[in-house]
C-alpha cells in the first residue's frame, strides 16, 4: 500500500469516528498523521492540475536545459550537476557543435555509401544486361549447332532412305523377272499340252506313228519356280537398332572437349572461341562484368568443371607460344591481385617463359626439357594425390607434384599475350559394347 492510500484510508477512518462519536479505549486517532495526509493529497493535486514541464525544461527539477553531458550525450539542468558530478558538462553552445561534427561525419559516410552503392547498381545493371547477352549468343550457338546436327540427320536419313529404296527396287525387279519367265513357262506348257491333247485326238496310226516326236517334245527339264533365298528386305540393315547406328555414324559430326573453358572466369585481356575450347589474347581489354570469379589483373582462365576425385586427363596445345602456364589450382585463388604462380598459392602447374621452363614450385623449379613439346597432356589422379605433366607429342613424362587436394581443383590456363591461340584438344570418343 502507498503512501496515498495509507493517507486516504486514515482520513476516512477520522471522518467516520468523528460521525459516530464513539470512544474506544484500544483505537487512539492520530490527529497528526491525518493533517499531514491531507498536506500530501493537496499538494498532490496541485501538482497533477499544473501544466507539464515544456521540452526545454529538466523533467525532474522544472528548470531550464542549460548545460550537456559529454559522457550520457543528453541536455541537462543545473540541479543535474550533482547527478554527473564525474562527467564532462558544457554549456549548449559548445555541445551542440560538437555533436553537429559527429553527425556530419556521419552524413559523409553515408553519402560515400550512396555513391558507392551506386556504383554497384551500375555494375548490376551492366552485370544484367551481359546475362542478356549471353543467354541471346548461347541460343545463338544452340540452334545453330542443332541445325547442324539436323542436317547431318537429314542426311543420313536421305541416305538410309535411298539404301531402302535401292534394295526395295533390286528385290522386286528380281521378283518381277522370275514372274515374267515363270508366265512364259506357263504359256508355253499351255501349248505342249494343247499340241498333246490334239494328237491324242487323231487315229491310231497316225497317233503311233508321230509318238516318238511327240514324246522327244513333250520332254521337260526346267526346274520349278520358287523364291529365291535373299529374296526379301533385309530388315535387320535398315531398322535394326537403327537408333544406336544413327547415333555411331553421327560420331564423325560431333568433338568432345575433356575440358572446356570458364569464361566467366576469362580475364578481360583474353578472348574464347564460341565453343570454348580455345584462348588467346584480346586485341583490346574487353567490356566484362567484374563479377568475383573474374582473373583481373591476372592473366588466366579456369576450366568448366572442377574434380574432388578420380582419374582426368587432357591436352593442351602450346604450339610455339614464347609463353604459357598449364596445370590445375584450388577454386580460392586469387582473382583481383597479382600473385606469385606456385604450389603455395594452391596452383600446381608447369610453364614456358624466356626460352626457361619451370615447375610452380616455391622456388621456382627449372624444368629440363630436351625437346620442345607443342603439346602438353596433363593427367589428374585426385585420389592419389597426384598431377603430372606429359609431353603430348612423344608420351614423354615431364615431372609429376604431389599434393593432398582437400577441395575441388580446376584445370588452369595462361595463354600469354599471343595471338596464336592456346587450344584444347578434343578427345577420343569409343564405343564399347558388350
Known amino acids: 500500500m502507498n503512501l496515498d492510500q495509507v493517507c ?3 482520513l476516512k477512518q477520522g471522518k467516520k469516528q468523528k460521525r459516530t462519536r464513539l470512544v474506544l479505549c484500544c483505537a487512539i486517532s492520530n490527529r497528526a498523521l491525518s493533517s499531514a495526509c491531507e498536506s500530501f493529497l493537496k499538494q498532490s493535486n496541485s501538482r497533477s492540475n499544473r501544466k507539464r514541464p515544456s521540452e526545454d525544461t529538466c523533467n525532474l527539477h522544472l528548470k ?3 548545460l550537456y553531458c559529454e559522457k550520457d550525450e543528453e541536455p541537462v539542468c543545473v540541479d543535474c550537476v550533482t547527478l554527473h558530478s564525474t562527467h564532462k558538462l558544457l554549456p549548449l553552445k559548445d555541445g551542440a557543435p560538437q555533436c553537429k561534427k559527429e553527425l556530419s561525419f556521419k552524413v559523409q559516410i553515408f553519402e560515400k555509401k550512396v555513391e558507392s552503392y551506386k556504383k554497384v547498381t551500375c555494375k548490376l545493371s551492366n552485370a544484367m544486361e551481359y546475362i542478356k547477352y549471353q543467354a541471346g549468343q548461347a541460343e545463338k550457338q544452340i540452334k545453330e549447332e542443332f541445325e547442324r546436327l539436323h542436317n547431318a540427320l537429314i542426311t543420313e536419313e536421305a541416305l538410309r532412305l535411298k539404301a531402302l529404296a535401292t534394295e526395295e527396287e533390286h528385290k522386286i525387279a528380281s521378283i518381277q523377272k522370275l514372274m515374267d519367265n515363270t ?8 501349248k505342249l499340252t494343247d499340241t498333246l491333247k490334239k494328237e491324242m485326238g487323231n487315229e491310231d496310226l497316225p497317233l503311233l506313228r508321230n509318238f516318238q516326236k511327240l514324246k522327244r ?5 526346267r526346274e520349278e519356280p520358287r523364291l529365291p533365298n535373299d529374296s526379301l528386305l533385309n530388315m535387320g540393315k535398315h531398322v535394326g537398332a537403327l537408333s544406336f547406328k544413327i547415333w555411331k555414324n553421327m560420331q564423325a559430326h560431333i568433338k568432345y572437349y575433356p575440358v572446356v573453358l570458364n569464361p566467366n572466369t576469362t580475364s578481360p585481356w583474353l578472348s574464347l572461341n564460341a565453343d570454348l575450347s580455345n584462348v588467346k ?3 583490346e581489354r574487353l567490356t566484362l562484368p567484374d563479377n568475383p570469379e573474374r582473373f583481373d589483373p591476372c592473366v588466366f582462365v579456369l576450366g568448366a568443371e572442377g574434380y574432388t576425385s578420380g582419374k582426368h586427363r587432357w591436352d593442351v596445345i602450346v ?6 602456364i598449364v596445370g590445375v589450382c584450388k577454386w580460392s585463388v586469387p582473382r583481383k591481385k597479382k600473385f606469385t604462380v606456385s604450389t603455395n598459392r594452391g596452383v600446381w602447374s608447369i610453364g614456358l617463359s624466356k626460352g626457361v621452363y619451370t615447375v610452380s614450385t616455391p622456388e621456382r623449379t627449372e624444368l629440363q626439357v630436351q625437346q620442345r613439346p607443342e603439346r602438353i597432356r596433363i593427367k589428374l589422379n585426385i585420389d592419389k594425390g597426384e598431377v603430372s605433366f606429359w609431353d603430348g607429342g612423344t608420351a614423354k613424362h615431364l615431372v609429376t607434384l604431389t599434393h593432398k587436394f582437400d577441395e575441388a581443383i580446376y584445370p588452369i590456363f595462361g595463354p600469354g599475350l599471343h595471338s596464336t591461340p592456346m587450344i584444347l584438344a578434343p578427345g577420343k570418343i569409343a564405343v564399347h559394347t558388350s
Open 8 to 10: 486516504s484510508l486514515s
Open 64 to 66: 531550464p536545459l542549460e
Open 183 to 190: 508366265n512364259n513357262d506357263i504359256d508355253t506348257l499351255n
Open 217 to 221: 517334245e513333250a520332254q521337260w527339264t
Open 281 to 283: 589474347e584480346s586485341t
Open 319 to 324: 604450339g610455339d607460344n614464347p609463353k604459357w
